[in-house]
């Protein structure tokens, strides 16, 4: 095979105040969306209604239409089996999942909210109830491609918030059977329901239950998917609840000439392994740099493992924004929002404290993205598609919630009372002010 040469299209800031086309690709990258097209919506959606309304039978349907199911149509895997799973796991494999579990667990204890109470005057309390949810689904990809690692990521913070039950989802492969890592990772975290089902129908399994197999409908849906899947989340949202919408996995790299070429490299071909429609991008305001970068992605491109999937993925996904200077390259970060971003600079904590979207940075050259997806503890389930700017990871507060009690006495509403009655009559709610009259013995017959 011949040796690859590698250069990646190039996006140069400078240019965005003169050059139209410049501008306008700047706008299509910072504005690029998680949201599923239109047609994936409508397909997803009409999918959600037969299984609305068909349950167990619609799954399976979907699951032999579209693929993800088990050979025989069995659609929940017994927790005897997920044991068998957890013993037969090789020592080395058990061993790294069982370090994941811990760090997750670790960080994930450190998110946990406490519950508070307010005197805000006396007679008037008010406590923010920390309440962890009964029902949650986690959503964990299979098939050709399974990840153990996600389910992990989606189960032990529900763990540690206290859920009553955690059902998990999860597609067959094309032979109908299931991956054997990520099933004896459910039996080392004890999931209490296992889901044989992919794509939107194990969305609307876990969203609306299984009524023939006495499963019951989830509270909040959580875990990233393909587009299909975040399509259906997205429209289950208001029956239950959802983490967030998640696009295709993303990767940056903000870096100078202080750092090493070969890092660099290796890090935008893993995130290449994703997939052609996973971006990775080098942001540099140094070109000879992103020069090396190429030169090394050529070299290490050369010898890698699924090397054609690689070079399509770089071809399509990959880019090199050159910025005029440490600033701009910093503030395109920021407007960016990328969901991974590694940060390989000079003054590397100065520039951590200007960066204020992304879904999770990995700070110096020895801390590359894969460490996060798998063993540092952090979640890595993200936001995409510039969601950074106002969401952040998966986390133990996403398994529950705060309820308000609010705790008035006759005195408290005394005090209160002008207010309320005074508002409530500006807004021409004279009920309102009635219901506070009358514990007064002054309100209208």
């Given at each position: 095979?011949?040796s ?18 410049v501008?306008?690709?700047?706008r299509?990258?910072?504005?690029r969306?998680?949201v ?10 009409a ?9 167990d ?5 979907a ?22 799973a ?58 050709s ?18 859920v ?27 999931v ?5 089902a992919?794509?939107?129908?194990a969305?609307g399994?876990m ?23 975040t ?12 983490d ?5 996995s ?13 890092h660099?490299?290796?890090d ?10 996973s ?19 050529a070299?290490?491109?050369?010898t ?19 910025a ?17 971003l ?11 404290a200007q ?5 999770s940075?990995?700070v ?26 106002s969401?952040?990871a998966?986390?133990t ?6 309820v308000?009690?609010?705790r ?7 005090a ?10 500006a ?19």
């Amino acid at each position: 095979m011949t040796s690859p040469t590698v250069i990646l299209r190039r996006l140069d800031l400078s240019r965005a105040a003169t050059d139209l086309s410049v501008a306008a690709e700047v706008r299509a990258l910072l504005r690029r969306g998680a949201v599923p097209d239109r047609l994936v919506r409508e397909g997803a959606r009409a999918i959600l209604a037969s299984v609305k309304a068909g349950g167990d039978a619609s799954v399976r349907e979907a699951n032999v239409r579209f693929g993800g199911g088990r050979t025989d149509g069995s659609l929940l895997v017994s927790k005897a089996e997920m044991a068998a799973a957890r013993d037969a796991l090789p020592p080395r494999i058990r061993a790294g999942l069982e370090q994941m579990i811990a760090n997750i667990r670790r960080f994930a204890e450190t998110q946990l909210p406490e519950t508070r109470t307010t005197t805000m005057l006396p007679g008037v309390e008010i406590e923010r109830r920390w309440v962890p949810l009964s029902r949650v689904g986690v959503y964990a990809p299979g098939g050709s491609a399974a990840y153990p690692s996600s389910l992990l990521m989606g189960v032990v913070p529900a763990k540690v918030a206290g859920v009553g039950t955690i059902v998990v989802a999860s597609p067959a492969d094309a032979e109908g059977g299931l991956n054997q890592t990520l099933l004896g990772a459910a039996g080392l975290v004890g999931v209490d329901v296992f889901i044989v089902a992919g794509g939107a129908q194990a969305i609307g399994a876990m969203a609306y239950g299984l009524p023939d197999a006495g499963v019951a409908p989830v509270d909040r849906i959580v875990g990233p998917g393909n587009s299909w899947v975040t399509a259906a989340k997205l429209e289950v949202f208001g029956e239950c609840g959802i983490d967030l919408p998640a696009g295709p996995s993303e990767v940056m790299v903000v870096a100078d000439g202080t750092a090493d070429a070969v890092h660099v490299a290796a890090d935008m071909l893993s995130q290449a392994e994703h997939g052609p429609d996973s971006p990775a991008l080098l942001v540099t305001w140094d070109e000879s740099f992103a020069t090396a970068v190429e030169a090394e992605l050529a070299r290490q491109l050369a010898t890698a493992a699924r090397r054609d999937i690689l070079e399509r993925s770089l071809g399509k996904g990959a880019l090199i924004v050159v910025a005029p200077g440490r600033d701009a390259a910093l503030d395109f970060v920021n407007n960016y929002a990328p969901e991974h971003l590694s940060v390989v600079v000079d003054d590397v904590e100065e520039a951590v404290a200007q960066l204020r979207n992304a879904g999770s940075l990995f700070v110096g050259p020895y801390a590359p993205e894969s460490a996060g997806d798998y063993a540092s503890g952090a979640n890595h389930v993200l936001p995409t598609g510039g969601l950074a700017r106002s969401c952040g990871a998966l986390s133990t507060e996403d398994y529950g919630k705060f309820v308000q009690v609010q705790r008035i006495t006759r005195e408290g509403l005394a005090a209160i009372r002008d207010s309320v009655e005074s508002i409530a009559e500006a807004e021409g709610l004279i009920a309102h002010k009635r219901a506070v009259e009358v514990r007064f013995g002054e309100a209208e017959s």
